[in-house]
């Protein structure tokens, strides 16, 4: 049974924003090509194919975006299941998880599933979201203690414009 890898919170967002096919269409980035691989990768998806890591961040992207929780935990249980995580205590008594998957992506989608369990185990449901921007649909994982509604400034920015601007109108 191989480890399961750790997975950073900010790859399983990038991965999720940038291979998921929800957010490249808000984006207006259907037909372009996917983003090439950046050095923080994990070592179990150097050897996955555009496809699996689009198929990873199709399944991870309905977490983020059910409205409640038990839609997400909901969500997050069947990828659980589907990851195949084995809970184990290590030597310094951590929590590890093992999966007797050995495949590339079935390794890379146990590491995300992992994280995004630690993420809700330590900052709630609500940390989890779909960018409210209006033509946005990137998933953020906020780990700053209150809660935040856009994935980035960019579109918080473009929010209070559009809101200015209505408000100019009215």
């Given at each position: ?13 990038w ?17 372009a ?40 935990a ?6 659980l ?72 400034p ?17």
């Amino acid at each position: 049974m191989p480890v399961v890898p750790v997975v950073s919170a900010a790859w399983l967002v990038w991965l999720t924003n940038e291979f998921g096919t929800q957010p490249r269409i808000a984006a207006g980035e259907a037909e372009a090509p996917f983003p090439e691989m950046g050095p923080d990768v994990p070592g179990s998806a150097k050897s996955a194919s555009v496809s699996e890591l689009a198929e990873l961040a199709d399944s991870l992207w309905p977490v983020f975006s059910d409205p409640t929780p038990a839609g997400k935990a909901s969500k997050l249980n069947i990828l659980l299941k589907t990851a195949n995580l084995t809970p184990v205590v290590g030597e310094q008594g951590d929590l590890c998880w093992f999966t007797p998957g050995s495949p590339a992506q079935n390794i890379l989608q146990a590491g995300c599933v992992s994280t995004l369990l630690h993420a809700v185990q330590q900052a709630g449901w609500r940390r989890l979201a779909v960018c409210d921007g209006a033509d946005c649909a990137d998933v953020h994982l906020d780990q700053t203690g209150r809660p935040r509604r856009y994935c980035s400034p960019i579109c918080l920015n473009r929010a209070r414009v559009r809101a200015f601007r209505q408000r100019q109108r009215q």
